[in-house]
């Protein structure tokens, strides 16, 4: 079930630890929950936060419409930007620009990052991408091609696997 405390108005607002639109599945045992959507932020920003295990991440893929920040908060991930491969720990900051392939792993036993795109709308795809997941038997991974026609809802394109994690 999809727990939604997000504010509706614009005018600023404050989210506390564990707020936000939850969303119930995804895959590979991480967790997301959505913190800014283009309701909130006149179209500006979205933002969202993961928790994954270790080898949890995203495939190589490449954004036409936004750019994307990732701010770890929690652990130590894996980052590829371009033919860059990087190791982040707490409070370190990735960039991502639109058109530029990047993708993400989790190294440490659990991380947690934020990750803020502009401008917003790609959190369409968390939600799509995770009543998706929903439709999977516990373990299997999803069709590459269903998960690439969800991503190219949004602008996106997958271009690659995701990247082993560090050691």
Do not use: N
């Amino acid at each position: 079930m999809t727990v939604l405390t997000l504010p509706d108005g614009t005018d600023g607002y404050v989210l506390h630890p564990g707020a936000g639109e939850a969303l119930d599945s995804w895959f590979g045992g991480a967790r997301l929950t959505i913190k800014a959507t283009a309701a909130q932020t006149q179209g500006r920003y979205a933002a969202v936060e993961f928790w994954g295990p270790r080898g949890f991440g995203s495939p190589l893929h490449v954004h036409g419409h936004d750019d994307e920040f990732f701010v770890v908060l929690e652990g130590e991930v894996r980052f590829r930007l371009g033919d860059e491969v990087t190791d982040a720990g707490p409070r370190s900051v990735v960039y991502g620009p639109r058109g530029v392939a990047h993708a993400f792993t989790m190294s440490s036993d659990e991380a947690r990052v934020l990750l803020f795109f502009g401008p917003a709308g790609v959190e369409g795809f968390f939600r799509d991408a995770s009543a998706f997941a929903a439709t999977l038997p516990p373990g299997e991974p999803p069709d590459p091609q269903t998960l690439g026609e969800i991503g190219a809802r949004y602008g996106q394109r997958f271009v690659g696997p995701p990247l082993p994690p560090r050691g």
